[in-house]
């Protein structure tokens, strides 16, 4: 059986907007997506995300002042995942949240390594 890994979203809030970023745990960092709705709306019809750079381990616990713009950012959900597979362009990861729970598919819609991903939700939890 493979291994649970943790999983945060972290929700970001300026004075102009508010966004979500999904972080799957890796060996030594934390794949980041950003998600420009609450998390609890991926639902069967794939939404556009944006694969931004990995992050520290330590933002799996991270709550407080944004670094380089006014605002703040706090855990809007946290739990564990298992990843079922992983190539460059997709990703199936099995969740399991209180906010976000299910299996779940990342895929790139362009170009190998661009930021342009889908994330879809292909089974409940």
Same mark, same amino acid.
């Given at each position: 059986m493979a291994q649970?890994?943790?999983?945060?979203?972290?929700?970001?809030?300026t004075d102009q907007s508010v966004h979500w970023d999904l972080m799957l745990e890796q060996t030594e960092t934390l794949a980041t997506w950003h998600v420009p709705f609450p998390p609890e709306q991926i639902a069967a019809q794939? !939404? $556009?995300?944006?694969?931004i750079g990995d992050h520290p381990k330590?933002?799996?616990a991270y709550e407080g002042p944004l670094r380089r713009h006014p605002g703040s950012v706090r855990i809007h959900d946290r739990g564990t995942y298992t990843l079922i597979s992983?190539?460059?362009?997709a990703w199936l990861?099995?969740?399991?949240?209180?906010? !976000? $729970?299910?299996t779940f598919r990342l895929d790139c819609i362009a170009e190998p390594g661009s930021a342009?991903?889908?994330i879809v939700r292909i089974a409940d939890g």
């Open positions: 649970a890994l943790q999983f945060v979203v972290q929700r970001h809030e794939p !939404l $556009a995300i944006e694969r330590r933002f799996l992983q190539s460059e362009n990861v099995s969740i399991a949240g209180e906010a !976000l $729970a299910g342009a991903w889908r």
